[in-house]
């Protein structure tokens, strides 16, 4: 493997013997890894990330300017359509944020003090993962990819039940909400906000189990997070950095388009 072709990462951890730790325990156990990159902050791993597409971003969750989670969000959005994304790997002390950082497709989730032992595990997880992007020829499609994932979940609740109707909880009482009248899905945490005309309201499920299982075609996937009713898009305007917004009948506010989905929205 030549200079070029090597793998490389950023490293984004607010305490430099911590950092200065990973960097030598990632020599022991990759040394074909080129790191291209440190940052102390959350702002300046996103800028790191963005300025130079690493294969891999190590992040710690707990920083200043921004966490983990949120830099990684914000890479995801922005990243170039032409390149894959990297593979997000957290670092952090605290165990209680792992459900999120899965939430986030990461690769791995180490607590601190990192082992090599444990380490080289995560290595060999990024490792097959970087071969089977070489070997898929759209493996940098993100588009492609969230179309695969779609299709994956479809499958798996190809028995379930097809919802209509989606019944959210308010309090003791429960709103009956016509999958037709619904505007936007939009996923937080824990749960999905679903937006129609009049309400919003939360119901306990993954959006991904949600779009499986709704007896509706008519939702497309414009964000990592937001499946929006493509019959209530009324227009989408672009900005000067290439980043479009769309005006959505009944919603008073815009919805982003992330890069991976603007191709939806150029002229024909």
């Known amino acids: 493997m030549t200079l070029t072709d090597a793998p490389t990462a950023v490293i984004a951890e607010d305490e430099p013997v911590l950092a200065r730790t990973l960097i030598r325990l990632l ?11 440190v940052a102390e902050d959350g702002l300046r791993a996103t800028e790191l990330g963005l300025a130079s597409t690493p294969d891999v971003m190590f992040l710690d969750i707990k920083m200043p300017g921004r966490t983990g989670l949120e830099v990684a969000e914000a890479v995801a959005d922005e990243w170039p359509d032409d390149r894959a994304e990297p593979l997000f790997v957290f670092i952090t002390a605290y165990d209680s944020f792992a459900v999120s950082a899965f939430d986030r497709a990461a690769v791995d989730y180490l607590l601190k003090p990192a082992t090599a032992e444990r380490l080289q595990q995560t290595v060999e997880r990024i490792k ?41 909880g308010a309090g003791n009482t429960v709103r009956m909400i ?42 497309i996937q414009v964000h990592r ?23 959505v009948r009944g919603l008073q506010r815009p919805l982003k388009v992330s890069r991976a989905f603007g191709h939806l929205f150029r002229p024909m």
């Open 128 to 168: 097959v993962r970087l071969a089977a992007r070489t070997a898929s020829p759209d493996a940098g499609d993100r588009a492609a990819l969230m179309r695969r994932m779609q299709s994956i979940a479809a499958s798996e609740a190809g028995s379930s039940e097809r919802i209509k109707v989606i019944r959210a």
């Open 178 to 219: 016509p999958v037709a009248e619904v505007i936007c899905f939009e996923a937080t945490e824990k749960y999905v906000n679903v937006v129609t005309p009049t309400t919003e309201a939360l119901v306990r499920m993954s959006l991904r189990e949600l779009m499986a299982r709704i007896d509706s075609t008519d939702f």
């Open 27 to 37: 020599e022991q156990v990759w040394p074909e890894l080129r790191i291209v990159g």
């Open 225 to 247: 997070g937001v499946m929006v009713n493509a019959n209530a898009i009324l227009s989408a305007a672009r900005d000067e950095n290439g980043h479009y917004s769309l005006a």
